[in-house]
T-cell receptor
Framework: QKEVEQNSGPLSVPEGAIASLNCTYS??????FFWYRQYSGKSPELIMF????GDKEDGRFTAQLNKASQYVSLLIRDSQPSDSATYLCAANTGGFKTIFGAGTRLFVKA | NAGVMQNPRHLVRRRGQEARLRCSPM?????VYWYRQLPEEGLKFMVY????????ESGMPKERFSAEFPKEGPSILRIQQVVRGDSAAYFC?????????????FGPGTRLTVL
């Protein structure tokens, strides 16, 4: 059973701090990885995707991928209360199915 | 460029009725995915379709659920004889290519409530 695991949280950080969200995946053949943000009652919204080992930065967001450790993370710098949401990690093995984690709830305290 | 569209946004059905959920992909996308999300849970893959073809339905319950994506018109997820356990948010996503690095974009979802 291919799985994507995330700590359900909640993860609570003060405004302005760095929020670190982590994800592990079981299928070593996974090739592409995605981070989505989902506000309560809303649909998932794509934040970033990453395919290669290392870091990928986009504004306040940095995705990190370590295929040897089967580990993906998302760093949010200068966290804002508006970043409070559930963050979903997803992995695709190159086939048709993308596997989603259950999500980590993030609270940013003003 | 319009995003993924789903309707209805909210649907209430009584046990035993049928539910039809519609999804129109983003312009230029020919691949559609359906997911179900129970409260406080993650997204569960149900089915992947291309125009007129079901590519992967490994996440679909064996009974009462069906999906189609006709040559013309939206993709439809159909649930026959609904039960209370079918109450959930159903999300549709679309992508341009359908494999590997292809990115999926989600619609607003349909919230199904079964009374």
């Amino acid at each position: 059973q291919k799985e994507v695991e995330q700590n359900s949280g909640p993860l609570s950080v003060p405004e302005g701090a760095i929020a670190s969200l982590n994800c592990t995946y079981s299928d070593r053949g996974s090739q592409s990885f995605f981070w989505y943000r989902q506000y309560s009652g809303k649909s998932p919204e794509l934040i970033m995707f990453i395919y290669s080992n290392g870091d990928k930065e986009d504004g306040r967001f940095t995705a990190q991928l370590n295929k040897a450790s089967q580990y993906v993370s998302l760093l949010i710098r200068d966290s804002q209360p508006s970043d409070s949401a559930t963050y979903l990690c997803a992995a695709n093995t190159g086939g048709f199915k993308t596997i989603f984690g259950a999500g980590t709830r993030l609270f940013v305290k003003a | 460029n319009a995003g993924v569209m789903q309707n209805p946004r909210h649907l209430v059905r009584r046990r035993g009725q049928e539910a039809r959920l519609r999804c129109s992909p983003m312009k230029g996308h020919s691949h559609v995915y359906w997911y179900r999300q129970l409260p406080e849970e993650g997204l569960k893959f149900m089915v992947y379709l291309q125009k007129e073809n079901i590519i992967d339905e490994s996440g679909m319950p064996k009974e009462r659920f069906s999906a189609e994506f006709p040559k013309e018109g939206p993709s439809i997820l159909r649930i026959q004889q609904v039960v209370r356990g079918d109450s959930a948010a159903y999300f549709c996503a679309s992508s341009p290519g359908g494999q590997g690095k292809d990115t999926q974009y989600f619609g607003p979802g349909t919230r199904l409530t079964v009374l």
